[in-house]
């Protein structure tokens, strides 16, 4: 069975995106307006800038709809997408989507010049995985429903709650396509 996911397309390494979902198997489809939502199994929010991501998010009618999604399909958020997704953000007022029981700090590893990979350990997908950390967050701590699945340095930097998936690097940037699957596998779970 081939699953249908979209990759956000406001911001970010969409195409990268796109290219890991096909190469785990899925039809991958790019995501600007709502209507586009309707027949997809799943969604992932890239990598980006938060703040700019939820203004345009708002802007086309997206950050409802996606609220709306989340409601019953599958979500994975890298990076930015991490943030969108979390019930804290660390010096903001309240959430963006806050679809996980997690508490984020933002650009937490430093600026783009502090840009870094690291071998990463994550549960049910790899011992090996190279993470590509961006200007990253981290997060600080998870809820009793989220389960940790990768830390870098003593933090929390990918988790799972229920149907959504999150990390805090950039698995599109690797060619590894191992964490892609992972998620397409959550999504026919899901369906």
């Known amino acids: 069975m081939t699953v249908k996911i ?7 390494a969409v195409s990268e995106h796109m ?3 096909t190469d785990s198997g899925a039809q991958a489809v790019a995501v600007k307006h709502i209507g586009e939502l309707n027949d997809l199994d799943g969604l992932v929010l890239p990598g980006g800038e938060s703040t700019t991501m939820r203004r345009l998010m708002d802007k ?3 950050f409802e709809a996606i609220k709306s999604f989340a ?17 804290k953000i660390e010096g903001r007022q309240g959430p963006h989507l806050g679809l996980l029981d997690i508490d984020v700090k933002r650009n937490a590893f430093g600026r783009q010049v502090d840009s870094f990979e690291a071998q990463l350990k994550i549960e049910h997908v790899a011992d090996d ?3 590509v950390f961006i200007r990253a ?11 940790i699945l990768s830390t870098y340095d003593g933090h929390i930097v990918a988790c799972r709650q ?4 999150t990390c805090a690097f950039h698995p599109e940037l690797t060619g590894d396509t191992r964490f892609h699957r992972y998620f397409v596998h959550l999504v026919m779970e899901n369906k």
């Open 60 to 62: 086309t009618g997206l």
């Open 129 to 131: 995985f190279d993470g």
């Open 19 to 21: 290219d890991a979902l």
């Open 71 to 87: 409601a019953s399909k599958a979500i994975f958020g890298t990076c930015a997408g991490l943030i969108l997704m979390a019930q």
């Open 162 to 165: 229920g149907h959504f998936l």
């Open 6 to 12: 979209g990759v956000l397309a406001l911001q970010g």
């Open 137 to 147: 967050p981290y997060i600080k701590s998870v809820g009793p429903d989220a389960e």
